[in-house]
């Protein structure tokens, strides 16, 4: 069975040499294959049919002539630009130090070596590169030899003037190896294959701001002038750090990148597949004699991690070989890899569309995919803002808790103060009735929490009900109010028709600090969203029969853990809080990984990135011109962003 793969493989080779672009001319969304012999029996050749990443661009040599040698697999040759400085080329200067004041990672030693370039020039902010594994990059001994490679690539004018920032991964104890050799580093894989922002905060937070002190170094604070590299358990380091910071590192190049369950690197391909697209550049390479062990199968995550990327639109470059798990392919198309990556930008392609009808990928929701800037800030300057809804005319409201103010933004208008001096409110929906009810907190004159009632026209507010401990709430059409209990786990109601009511009953219980709350279109099922869990249970809304002189009222019934809420890597709580719908039934739950968005049978369809980096997003509604525009509380600022669909 071995000769059909190779005459396979040769075939599409030979079919696309007049296809042959240099790296650097390859559209942004692309798979190469170099040379290769036979694929090992247990290894499957990249997919090759009809709009696959193969089928988009393929690059390979001319055939071998009579008089050529064969080669064998993982032969690669040092490239011609590391082999040696072009002559006149200057060359850049190397420090290095040891790094052990990490807080992020306490106890730990690591070697750092400090790359700057002949062309150096204080007035102009430098681009910056960082590597992990710092030895195996930096060492002019090796096959990597970044140091003489910037050197040519810069003199040229082929990348861009570059500071390089290599970083031996952290030991803890006194038996570290020696710094120029690979050893036994022991908290390489924490800080490697581990997901989660820690390594990229070590970086902006306590290195960098070391080396441009101890250096005089001016960096760039463009994300697209920064990137970060690494091979194996490197390579999924430096794409998490792209992956967390986006705003500090716009490309990633990953060689042989172990993106297996390592410390839970698989799930990349699904979690790239289902977030909306970062501003990444995203270079690729692995090789089908790479690793099959019990953590995972290399050169499988690698091809799946690319057709991710290829699907949600990245502008990324994906190079499929037949090397092992060394540095021999990724060193001989180092410079290429490079020019690719230094390369103008260009527009990323669109993210796919080939979905199944009733699949809600987030390019039915945003504009292409979502794109940079998209996040727009409305208001600023708050305490702590929450509580957003809006009317039937897509006016916005929202609260300043602690404060205990009530803003209004109107369509096409500009933030007003509408309410001071009132109550504290977290959680606010507008009623059949045009009112505004809200979750108070207390506030001047009445500091119990309760359920009020609030007189758009008159500003009057009124207690509905009182002895509650409400946190955010909905109001239906037939005039009931839903509210969540977070520190019962319970669910609430009281009719919009109560006076002072002392302790309504609650209609559902067991749920683990519920917080967001949200109705279908048609009224017919209520979300509830957990704070502290990681579900959002949904309950079907049933009118009782009336008993006597009791009226009907709506109860809860069949709740179940309907959507299962993406967590943040750290392991924290999913931070599931306000919540919104859609007019084709999406519900959107703000969250510490996003704002998350779930189709109506309760499927994850994406997450829609934060407004900002650092700070999580709390209320969430649809408002503003045909009530289109998805808008955000996330503490301090209200945001806004456009959308292709309209709230409830």
């Keep these: 069975m071995q000769t059909p793969r190779c ?8 079919a696309t040499i007049s296809a042959g672009l240099s790296m ?4 942004s969304a692309s798979t190469t294959v170099s040379p290769t012999l036979p694929l090992p029996a247990n290894r499957p050749i990249p997919p090759q049919g009809p709009g696959s990443p193969l089928s988009q661009s393929t690059e390979v040599p001319p055939p071998p002539t009579a008089r050529a040698v064969v080669r064998v697999p993982d032969d690669y040759p040092i490239a011609p630009e590391a082999e040696s400085r072009a002559p006149g080329v200057p060359a850049g200067r190397v420090e290095s130090f040891e790094f052990t004041e990490s807080k992020v990672f306490p106890d730990t030693s690591r070697q750092v070596w400090v790359y700057v370039p002949a062309q150096y020039n204080a007035a102009k902010p430098a681009s910056l590169m960082i590597f992990q594994d710092g030895h195996a990059y930096v060492s002019t001994n090796g096959r990597m030899r970044v140091p003489i490679v910037f ?6 004018g082929e990348m861009p003037v570059t500071v390089g920032v290599f970083i031996n991964p952290g030991h803890r104890g006194a038996d570290a190896p020696a710094a120029n050799g690979w050893g036994n580093r022991n908290n390489r894989s924490l800080e490697y294959d581990g997901l989660g922002g820690d390594y990229a905060k070590f ?4 290195l960098l701001p070391v080396v441009t002190n101890r250096y005089q170094l001016q960096l760039s604070a463009n994300p697209q002038d920064r990137a970060i590299s690494g091979m194996s358990s490197g ?22 990148g172990s993106f297996v369950n390592i410390r839970g690197g698989h799930v990349y391909p699904a979690l790239v597949r289902k977030t909306e697209r970062k501003p990444l550049r995203v270079f690729l390479q692995d090789g089908a004699n790479d690793l099959n062990n019990l953590h995972g199968d290399w050169p499988l995550s690698n091809q799946q991690l690319a057709g991710s990327l290829a699907f949600a639109g990245y502008d990324h470059r994906f190079v499929f070989g037949d090397g092992a798990h060394n540095d021999r392919h990724g060193a001989a198309i180092l410079p290429d890899s490079l020019r690719w990556l230094w390369r103008a930008p260009s527009t990323a392609p669109s993210p796919s569309t080939n979905n199944w009808a009733g699949d809600e990928a987030l390019n039915k929701v945003l504009p292409d995919g979502g794109r940079p800037g998209d996040w727009q800030v409305v208001s600023e300057g708050h305490g702590f803002t929450d509580g957003a809804c809006s009317d039937s005319e897509g006016n916005l409201y929202f609260s300043d808790l602690p404060k205990a103010q009530v803003w209004r933004v109107p369509v096409g208008g500009k933030p007003t103060l509408w309410l001071e001096n009132g109550p504290k409110l977290s959680g606010m929906k507008f009623g059949p009735d045009g009112r505004i009810y809200a979750a108070s907190q207390g506030g001047p004159g009445n500091e119990k929490q309760r359920i009020v009632a609030i007189n758009t026209e008159t500003k009057a507010i009124e207690t509905i009900a009182t002895n509650v401990k409400p946190n955010d709430l909905v109001v239906t059409r037939s005039g009931h109010v839903f509210f969540t209990d977070t520190a019962a786990g319970q669910v609430v109601t009281v009719p919009i028709s109560a006076r002072g009511l002392s302790g309504p009953r609650p209609v559902a219980g067991g749920i683990i600090a519920p917080n967001g709350i949200a109705l279908s279109p048609d009224e017919n ?9 990681s579900h959002v249970w949904s309950f079907r809304l049933s009118e009782s029969a009336a008993s006597g002189s009791e009226p009907k009222v709506l109860q809860l019934v069949g709740g179940e853990r309907y959507s299962t809420l993406v967590l943040p890597a750290e392991k924290k709580p999913s931070g599931g809080d306000g919540s919104t719908t859609d007019t084709d039934g999406r519900v959107y739950v703000t969250s510490h990984a996003g704002i998350q968005m779930f189709d109506r049978i309760g499927r994850l369809g994406g997450v829609i990135a934060k407004p900002s980096p650092t ?3 709390v209320s969430c509604v649809f408002a503003g011109p045909n009530r289109s525009w998805l808008f955000v509380c996330d503490g301090p600022r209200v945001w806004r962003r456009q959308t292709l669909v309209r709230g409830k």
Excluded at 203 to 206: A, K, R, S, W
Excluded at 236 to 255: M, N, Y
Excluded at 525 to 533: D, H, T
Aim: proline share 5%; net charge negative.
């Design 235 to 256: 390579g999924i380091c430096a794409f998490t750090a792209a992956w967390e910071r986006p705003d500090q590192f716009g490309k990633v190049l990953s060689h042989i």
């Design 525 to 533: 099922f209520l979300s509830v969203s957990e704070y502290q869990g």
């Design 203 to 206: 970086l902006v937070d306590e």
């Design 151 to 156: 050197d040519n690539l810069i003199a040229r």
């Design 24 to 27: 650097a001319q390859q559209p």
């Design 615 to 617: 700070n999580n997003p």
């Design 7 to 14: 005459s396979r493989a040769v075939a599409l080779m030979l």
